[in-house]
């Protein structure tokens, strides 16, 4: 084994990037078969939550592959484990949050396409500012600590969006519908809040440091399990809801499925 990580940091990232694959797979697959069980203008946000975790699922296998080049028993000399997977597949699944989250409501077109166009560029964003901290890239002469400090004017913007400006339009939406919703941001709020802090303990190692290592990698990964596959049953879920409170009919149907 690559002498620069300990047997038990080794077994945990293992661990904890499997479940991640797992988490990831099995989730799209759920969501995709699920998708008939709201009615077809729910459809959409249950389809880009499938998309979402498939996604994922794609770049946690392309992780576990990096991670086993740099760090198994048959470790690559030389070779670097790619924290870039993880940002490409963030840099698509963030913005596709933000639309399933809408998609869900069934606002109408002019909402959505206000809460649109600022939450995809700001998400694209603040995923673009994020990675050369992340990465401890030096680029243009700017340290990573400050593109970390930058990554948080738009992750800011998006919480305002969602907990205020999206807050204006579930006045119109049920009492279950609304609860679903709080408990939808407030998780997107919990999940993320993970990512800053795994963020400055491998901001703060200098060159590589297994501790610093193992807490970015667990701490995203139970992070993205939370904020794809528990956040896409949640969509799912509130799609049921809406579902079933447009349309008697359909709701009898799955109450006697």
């Known amino acids: 084994m690559n002498s620069v990580i300990s ?4 077994s945990l990232v293992f661990n904890m990037l499997s479940m991640g694959i797992a988490a990831m ?3 799209t697959i759920f969501l995709f078969m699920a998708k008939d069980r709201v ?12 998309t ?7 770049h946690y296998f392309r992780m576990f592959e990096s991670f086993e080049h740099a760090y198994g028993p048959d470790a690559i000399e030389g070779y670097v484990y790619n924290v870039g ?5 963030w840099f698509l699944t963030v913005p596709l949050l933000l639309v399933e989250t809408v998609a869900v409501l069934g606002l109408a077109r002019a909402m959505q396409t206000s809460l649109l166009v600022r939450l995809v560029p700001a998400a694209a964003l603040m995923i673009g500012l994020g990675y050369p901290g992340d990465a401890q890239l030096d680029i243009m002469g700017i340290p990573p600590s400050v ?15 969602l907990f205020v400006e999206l807050g204006k339009s579930l006045e119109r939406q049920s009492a279950a519908v609304q609860r679903k919703v709080k408990e939808l941001r407030l998780l997107l709020l919990a999940t993320w809040g993970v990512y800053p802090i795994a963020f400055i303990a491998n901001m703060n190692a200098v060159g590589f440091e297994e501790s610093s290592f193992v807490l970015r990698e667990t701490g995203y990964t139970i992070a993205d399990i939370l904020a794809k596959c528990l956040f896409g049953l949640v969509i799912f879920t509130i799609a049921r809801i809406k579902s079933m409170e447009d349309d008697a009919e359909f709701a009898k149907h799955e109450v006697r499925d």
């Open 85 to 89: 997977y993880r940002y490409v597949d």
């Open 39 to 50: 009615l077809p203008r729910y459809r959409m946000a249950v389809m880009i939550s499938a």
């Open 52 to 58: 979402v975790t498939g996604i994922a699922a794609y």
């Open 147 to 161: 593109w970390g400090l930058l990554s948080t004017i738009p992750f800011l913007y998006i919480l305002y969006v």
């Open 25 to 27: 797979l099995f989730t």
């Open 7 to 10: 047997e038990g940091g080794y």
